[in-house]
């Protein structure tokens, strides 16, 4: 591509280099933005600064807070005695969004992926074996993607648990709900054979 | 969606204001931004900061440039009797891609339309005409998408020109090269058919 201007060749090149987005929609992204009243572009930019130089963590479970302490960590009502551990906020959103959880979280910030070069040190491990260490922890939920990375990152942090007392599980692996049997996957199906539950139970769920 | 910090849903929310872009994508793109440097969306927001408040627009064509004559008006090579009147800059950088054409543009800046508000005051309509006017051009081309606005457009433009003799043409509308006969709609078809060229020019062109 060939641009009659730097400012707008610079503009598409800085947005094509967000993720999933190519050289033909940046330009598109970028000329929407020269036609909408200047006002739009400087919200966006001051936004995007605002966010990338206040932005600040929990102390407690690493969730992106604006406060010291997040919302769910400084609530009472929570259980403080259960943690579930995530990869990021945005899982910390889609447990949040089903209502069915009461305990307290620990974001990973990733998970251990060699191939991209994130170890066990880039992760916030440390301090969630600190805080299992101090006590007053029951129950301890992995709940990261159930992929390869997902799954040496929990070993990685089972094996870390060695001498500290604590009830470990993970989130229950199945047929989504709503879904027909034939076209899940064997390896899906035969966990939700295997780890059948009570039909009280899905009964009380609904 | 509910936030744990009003940066990051403040700059969820200005990302998602961009045409094609959902929470979900916006989300995804800020966190994204978030584990880069601080330096990457520096150099975004600078950019899209300059693109929007030091863009200039070529006072011949209305293309977007960094000098007040854009280099394509600006190139003595260039055929000044031949002018091609287009949507924006993307379909200037289309056609100056194929190195097929080597006359003037003249940027509209959009389509007549109705349903978006857009009327022909809105476009850069009357500076073409003053320069039709003021002579020296032999040749206008029509080259807007095939397009209800896009017809009413010219449609509008080529009432305008009453009183000026010049002559006009419009691009080609036929079958793609590569496309099979089969797969193409009618309208395109029968077009193609009205409009056969001598045999000859299709061997030229290859």
Known sequence: ????????????YEVSQLP?????????????????????????T????????????CNNCHNISDTEICEICANPKRNKSIICIVEDIRDV????????????????????SPMEGVGPQDLNISSLVQKLKAGGIE???FAL????????????????????EIKTSTIARGISVGDELEYADEVTLGRSILNRVPFENSIKAN
């Open 1 to 12: 591509m060939e641009f009659s201007s730097k400012f707008l060749e610079n503009a598409v």
């Open 20 to 44: 999933g987005i190519g050289k033909r929609t940046a330009l598109r992204l970028v000329l929407h933005l020269l036609k909408q009243p200047e006002r739009q572009t400087e919200e966006l």
């Open 46 to 57: 001051t936004a995007l600064t605002n966010l990338r130089t206040q932005i600040s963590y």
């Open 93 to 112: 959103m889609a447990i949040e969004s089903t209502s069915q959880y009461q305990g307290l979280y620990h974001v990973l910030g990733g998970k251990i």
């Open 139 to 141: 129950e301890l939920i």
């Open 145 to 164: 993607s159930s992929t390869m990375e997902g799954d040496t990152t929990n070993f990685y942090i089972y094996k870390q648990l060695e001498g500290i």
